[in-house]
């Protein structure tokens, strides 16, 4: 068992929906089994200028249904630094912090690992991205919220893409990771999806559409991942107006809209049981690792080995998608 007291908790990287129930989760923990728990606002950037508060339960009252994240969250390239890595282990030590909870993605746990190297301070990371791209967990704080709120605007479109015999291109979130992309186009009934993982020739897309216009498909829904390799929605649109100046074409980008609101119940549970389990496993002395849920039950994944995860989507569900969009 651990002699930990006092742990530190901090919310790192792009917010997810949920990343509040996770804060929550470790703080009640925390509190239970007879824990000082820090809040550290502002990620690593706060943790190396001493943004660091004490936390009660009170802290986290009604706070499960809310989005974004109360501790507010940055991105840091002074923690890259040898320096900046210095400065925060210093202000860790002034607040006699003697474990940390990160909530984040994959930059998140590259930048503990880079700072594990030279300090040694117990940690247990809890996956927080909407992108679903890490492994070691099936599910990450954030993917669920995202890929609805991404059905829910999606739908709306297809309504006015059905009024006026449309073909809009639906740009989501996922730079390096098509899940969001999959997820939404599938639930959605789109007619094509196109996501970083497969590359696709913009020739094969093109051709799909003209099939769909011979035999009078009216209304058309391609759902891309952002930065895919065929462009964003504008740039994908704008090679099916070359080849289509008939069709009434629409390029729409959700944006930041996937990344706020209500957590759905879905990430509201992953996140009160990762957080949990966090804390459970730094009173065990389980550290230097992130929790997450495969096949439904909670497991441990070093940090040296949680990268971000871009082979694992099933191509399959793309043929799934062509035919059942026939």
Do not use: W
Request: aromatic residues 6%.
């Amino acid at each position: 068992m651990s002699t930990i007291k006092n742990i530190g908790i901090l919310t790192s990287g792009g917010d997810s929906p949920g990343m509040n129930a996770a804060i929550r989760a470790v703080v009640r923990t925390g509190v239970y089994h007879g824990l000082e728990i820090f809040g550290i606002r502002r990620g690593y950037q706060g943790m190396i200028e001493g943004d660091i508060f004490r936390m009660q339960t009170t802290d986290v009252s009604n706070i499960i249904q809310r989005g974004g994240t109360i501790l507010k969250t940055a991105r840091s390239k002074e923690f890259m630094t040898d320096a900046g890595l210095a400065k925060a282990y210093d202000q860790l030590k002034k607040h006699n912090i003697e474990g940390l909870v990160l909530i984040g993605g994959d930059g998140t746990f590259r930048g503990a690992a880079h700072f594990f190297e030279q300090y040694t301070i117990p940690a247990v990371g809890i996956p927080g991205t909407i992108d679903k791209d890490l492994k070691g967990t099936d599910f990450t704080i954030g993917f669920d919220t995202a890929v609805n709120t991404a059905v829910e605007a999606i739908d709306k479109i297809r309504d006015t893409a059905e009024a006026h015999d449309r073909l809009f291109v639906v740009e989501v979130m996922g730079r390096d990771a098509g899940y969001i992309a999959l997820y939404s186009g599938i639930a959605c009934g789109a007619e094509d999806i196109l996501i970083p993982e497969q590359t696709q020739d913009i020739n094969d897309v093109l051709d799909r559409i003209d099939y769909d216009e011979r035999r009078k498909k009216t209304v058309h829904i391609l759902v891309v991942s952002e930065h895919e390799k065929l462009g964003g929605a504008k740039e994908v649109s704008d090679r099916i107006i070359a080849r289509f100046p008939q069709l009434d074409v629409r390029a729409c980008v959700l944006g930041h809209i996937q990344r706020g609101g209500a957590p759905s119940q879905a990430d509201r549970v992953l996140a009160s049981r990762l957080g949990y389990a966090a804390v459970n496993a730094l009173v065990a002395g389980n550290t230097q690792v992130m929790a997450g849920v495969v096949n439904d039950q909670v497991v441990f994944t070093p940090f040296s080995e949680i990268v971000k995860d871009g082979n694992c989507v099933n191509i399959d569900m793309l043929e799934m998608i062509r035919v059942l969009s026939s």
